[in-house]
């Protein structure tokens, strides 16, 4: 907690970082802040400012502009609480990155580019097309060697004008930057300029797990880790997994991936005899109106499994130079897939017409109009516009 005054109050708008309508606020200027402002790929703090809590934390040149969604008055003291539990993941993550980065450059001579501080996970930037499992694996047990060894880590501020900042890693200052630099010294490894929150001791990372390399762009890799407390969530959710498969497959952790192989086989055999069964009752359904001594000028059929291949099959086997089809698959009270087919001008006339009374959107050519339906209990009103239409269209029907 931290002890302030309040500078300035002026009502804004925040965008939340999903998307969405614009949040009505606040943006609050204090004297001073323990609230780190998001920046050098590390995401902002949260926290309270007395009891009202801090949505957004931002800078403004040398100002960090915190976002509230109650005015405060401006003189007013206020006692400034910091979420710790967000905080120290960040500090977390950022030294964790300082230490991959030291030792990837040390060890192979991969330089890091930039990196993003995730809210699952994270990913340096490294300027390599690529690493091998061996240079993971070595890196990965190297970092983690510096975090047994306790080494300190220590913040210093230098002068602009200093020599020795010519000596510090940096990918280079802000435009508007003034004043003293900040370097975040890891004793005997890494000296870098750095702007953000970091922990005093390597050993407070607990331990870092590297996940593994993904394509980055411009031929570089991006390097995905966890560190400290996210490697024992992620332990704790895979465990949570793997019990829950281990109660589901009625086998050991060790059996889970041949099991579900077995049952991914089973599927497909499942799915295949289900396709050639649903295309012989599509065959049969057809042949069945066809074998009528009369038959309708209209046909409609709902059938709650199915697919287009179904719907098709049935219009091929019935024709559709004479007949008009109305054929639906899925939930008859919800969603669903329709087909219109028959003589060319009707289907153009009447497809559109049909997709809109079911909610939906489709398409065709060539006397088929078929798509998707959001409000599939509307059938019988199509069926109604259908049958009006045959009405019109053959008086003696």
């Known amino acids: ?86 905080r120290f993941d960040h500090m977390q993550q950022h030294s964790g990155q300082h230490l991959i980065t030291a030792i990837a450059e040390q060890t192979f001579g991969f330089k890091t580019t930039s990196w993003e501080l995730g809210r699952q996970r994270s990913v340096i930037e490294l300027d390599t097309p690529s690493m091998t499992a061996e240079q993971i694996e070595a890196l990965e047990r190297s970092v983690n060697e510096k975090i047994r060894e306790r080494v300190p880590v220590v913040v210093r501020e230098l002068a602009a004008d200093d020599p020795e900042i010519e000596t510090v890693r940096s990918r280079g200052l802000p435009d508007d930057h003034a004043g003293p630099v900040r370097v975040v010294d890891i004793e005997g490894i890494d000296s870098n300029m750095c702007c953000g929150t970091h922990v005093s001791n390597l050993s407070d990372l607990q331990v870092i797990k590297l996940l593994g390399t993904e394509k980055g762009k411009k031929n570089k890799t991006n390097l995905v880790f966890l560190a400290g407390n ?48 649903l295309r012989d009752i ?100 199509v069926q109604a516009l259908l049958q009006e239409f045959i009405s019109h269209r053959s008086p003696e029907a």
């Open 1 to 86: 907690q931290f002890a302030t005054r309040v500078v300035s109050c002026r009502a804004a708008e925040l965008r939340p970082e999903g998307g969405g309508e614009p949040v009505p606020g606040f943006q609050v200027v204090l004297e001073d802040t323990i609230l780190f402002p998001e920046g050098g790929g590390q995401p902002d703090d949260r926290g309270l400012i007395g009891d009202v809590p801090v949505l957004r934390v931002t800078r403004r040149g040398p100002e960090a502009v915190h976002f509230v969604q109650a005015a405060l008055e401006p003189g007013a003291e206020v006692l400034l609480s910091l979420d710790w539990e967000r």
């Open 230 to 277: 996210r490697v024992l969530k992620s332990i704790e959710q895979s465990h949570s997994t793997e019990k829950a498969l281990t109660s589901l497959l009625k086998n050991g952790p060790g059996e889970h991936v041949e099991a579900v192989k077995r049952l991914q086989s089973s599927v497909k055999l499942l799915q295949k005899n289900n396709l050639n069964l």
């Open 282 to 381: 599509a065959v049969l359904i057809a042949r069945d109106f066809k074998s009528k001594p009369v038959q309708s000028q209209l046909f409609v059929l709902h059938r709650k499994e199915g697919d287009s291949e179904f719907m098709n099959i049935i219009a091929n086997e019935i024709g559709t130079e004479e007949t008009l089809l109305f054929l639906t698959v899925g939930d008859e009270k919800e969603a669903g897939l329709f087909l219109l087919a028959g003589p060319v001008e009707a289907v153009e006339n009447l497809g559109p017409r049909v997709a809109e009374l079911l909610g939906g959107k489709g398409a065709g050519k060539r006397g088929r109009f078929q798509g998707k339906a959001t409000k599939m209990s509307r059938r019988g009103e």
